[in-house]
């Protein structure tokens, strides 16, 4: 489009194979668009390149089919690297496939059969080498079918004992091979599963505490699934934030409370788009801001390629109201009034001490704050300005 909303290779944009190389697929219809192969993989790496993106993510079998001979695997990589080279393309992100074959239908890492289980780490060991020898520094984990329909079939907590198992078989399985990459756990409150274990944030913040290499271990948010159980994203983040194990991220739109739609990046809760982005610029977090999301089902290729501008170029426009946030005087003068400061009473309960603690039960009383209790706090007035902020009406 020519402006300056336009991607850069210094946006850190990045897109999965299974993005733009969805067929438009659902339960109830058929493909729209062509299965991606390994030639068109190639021309999406150059359009990619050209609108600005910075890389590209996969599972093992986005690249390599399931069944793929030792030497097919090898050329099908040689080909892909080349690729790469060409478009100037990186892979900062791998994961692996764990939920699309029928060996994996009730579970890959809580399986009730130890040969699941196995294969399911024979599968991520060779997934994990092939992320490795294309330059990926973050692995992802979505335990897309770690979970169940019938709760009599599986003891729950034996079920998290095997995930934590096969989670730190992996971990050792890098450190032995010298792999400089970090796990990114993913969590899902359900689908395709009817419930999947460890279904939030911060039910997954509180599983790596468990393992035995938790700073090895981290997390990957994505929008739509906390938006599916109701949930605010940017709080999400912010939690993983907070405690350094933000890793990865997946950006893309979504109605609350519905299936997995995986829109458009700021398609749906503009308003929630927008504080995820302050959150990140703000934070100035240095991770890749990669977008899960698929085009609708009504596209062809061109309507693809329009999808991925788009997801590239809203992030580009939230961040460009970030910086008006951060600069209007009438918004910043609302906030320096809400929050208010108080160097006394924040040292005081920074750190426990016996004085500390004397001081905010005997000295500090109602008296103090119960002209507090029917003061405005001119919220209304705040939200307002960030909705014409958004919606393109302030000075």
């Not at 493909?31 to 068109?40: H, I, K, M, T």
């Not at 294309?134 to 907590?157: C, H, M, N, Q």
């Not at 990865?248 to 308003?271: A, V, Y």
Request: proline share 5%.
């Amino acid at each position: 489009m020519g402006d300056r909303f336009d991607p850069v290779k210094e946006d850190r944009f990045t897109f999965g194979l299974w993005t733009f190389g969805n067929p438009g697929r659902d339960p109830f219809g058929e493909p729209v668009r062509p299965a991606p192969n390994l030639d068109s993989i190639k021309r999406w790496l150059e359009v990619l390149s050209e609108l600005g993106a910075y890389g590209v993510n996969l599972h093992d079998n986005d690249l390599v089919p399931f069944d793929a001979t030792p030497a097919q695997r090898d050329e099908i990589v040689r080909e892909f690297k080349k690729a790469l080279d060409a478009t100037g393309m990186k892979v900062p992100m791998a994961t692996t496939n764990l939920f699309t074959h029928p060996i994996f239908k009730d579970g890959a890492f809580t399986s009730n059969d130890p040969r699941v289980r196995a294969f399911a780490l024979h599968k991520t060991m060779r997934a994990i080498d092939l992320g490795v020898e294309l330059g990926a520094e973050v692995y992802v984990f979505w335990g897309g079918r770690e979970g169940t329909e019938v709760d009599a079939s599986k003891d729950p907590v034996t079920a998290i004992k095997r995930y934590r198992e096969c989670i730190n078989f992996l971990c050792e399985y890098c450190a032995d091979n010298g792999y400089n990459i970090k796990f990114a756990l993913e969590a899902k409150p359900n689908e395709p599963r009817g419930d999947i274990f460890l279904p939030t944030t911060g039910a997954m913040l509180a599983f790596i505490y468990t393992l035995d290499r938790p700073d090895m271990v981290g997390l990957n948010p994505e929008v739509a699934h906390e938006h599916m159980a109701g949930l605010n994203f940017a709080h999400a983040v912010a939690q993983a934030l907070e405690a350094g194990k933000l890793f990865h991220i997946d950006l893309n739109g979504q109605k609350f409370c519905r299936f997995d739609q995986d829109l458009r990046f700021g398609s749906e809760d503009l308003k929630g788009a927008f504080f995820l982005v302050k959150l990140l610029e703000d934070y100035q977090w240095p991770g890749m801001r990669h977008f899960d999301a698929h085009a609708y089902r009504t596209e062809d290729i061109d309507g693809v390629r329009d999808f991925c501008l788009g997801c590239m170029r809203t992030y580009k426009i939230l961040k460009e109201k970030v910086r008006q946030f951060n600069e209007d005087p009438e918004i910043q003068g609302l906030l320096k009034e809400i929050q208010v400061s108080d160097e006394r009473l924040e040292a005081c309960m920074s750190r426990y001490s016996e004085d500390n603690a004397a001081f905010l039960k005997n000295e500090f009383t109602y008296d103090q704050v119960k002209d507090l209790a029917y003061k405005g706090l001119k919220y209304e007035k705040l939200d307002q300005l960030v909705v014409e902020l958004l919606l393109g009406v302030r000075p």
